[in-house]
């Protein structure tokens, strides 16, 4: 009986033929049913695979962000400012002598955040993490969209969401109106842009608040959040990462109004998480009124442009501090 031989299956060439035969037909269907992956490739608005200077967010905070952070972020900056919206106004651009990256997410909790960290601390590039500590942060947890429920590849080519921002990187128009992310190579989101248009009126809020019995209003803590941020230290800690955190200055008037009540017991929760290595404060004592007592630094119980710009003085000269080996790591 002839010797069958088998090589010609198993031997390099038919081996890589075959690889390239299937790589090309996967192209193909994928050009077919996703005409916009081609842009999204060239364009490359999230520096997935490129290093061709800064990159802005079109729209879909979540999203950008979650992509930037894999690559574009690491490579570039020195550490990241992340929270809430509480957080998401704070221009790094006024913080100097940090290169930080403003990672916050309008409206995120501290498992996205966590989720939204992960790419960037694990790059093993970053100096600092700046935590804005919240309630907000810890009040649910899980994700809030889809946006974090496919993988990096499915989302930066395959999405519908990405062919709507390969067409603006390749057009240079705003997706949104008014333009929130002009100038968001660092991550700012000038949602003040928003607040301007509604002509909100703090003071009106805060007269309303001041007819409230104090304390008459409460916040939740889910310990699944207070978990959450445990996992973001953590996650900084073995990363080599230096933790600064900070509880984000409420208003004075919010402040009785809502937080006072159940401000000790949060406090508690989240001092727990820290160690003498971290460098941790609270925003929310006399030392700061200049910002909480200040009817201009707000918009609703945000920060506006003002206060947030006092704000990033107040992280900057912290930072400053550290890099001059003076900063208490002390509450």
Known sequence: ?????????????????????????????LLITNSHVPAAIRHDPFGLWSDSGPRRIYTDERASKYLL??????ENFDGVLMGPSYSANIDPGHIEGT??????????NAYELKHVFEPAASSGRLKYLVL????????????KTKTFGTTYLELALLSRQAGRIAAAASSGRSMEQPDIFARS?????????????????????????????????????????????RDIVALARSNNIRVFAFYFPNDIWSFEAIYRSGWDAFRRDMDAIFGPEDVVWDMNTPDYDFIRANLDAYSDGHLNRTGARLTAKVLQDRLAAHQAGSAPSTR
């Not at 804005?132 to 994700?143: D, M, R, T």
């Not at 310990?223 to 941020?229: A, F, I, N, S, T």
């Open 1 to 29: 009986m002839p010797r069958l031989n088998f090589s010609i299956l198993t031997s390099e060439r038919p081996l890589r033929l075959l690889a390239w035969g299937i790589g090309a037909t996967w192209l193909a269907m």
């Open 185 to 229: 190579e660092a991550g700012w989101h000038d949602f003040d842009q928003v607040k301007d248009l509604e002509q909100i009126d703090f003071r009106a809020r805060v007269a309303g608040m001041a007819r409230n019995v104090p304390g008459s209003q409460s916040f939740h803590v889910d310990p699944r959040g207070v978990q959450d941020v």
């Open 132 to 143: 804005c500590l919240h309630p907000y942060i810890v009040k649910e947890s899980g994700f």
């Open 69 to 74: 952070a894999k690559r574009y972020v690491p």
């Open 99 to 108: 290169r930080l990256y403003n990672l916050s997410i309008n409206g995120g």
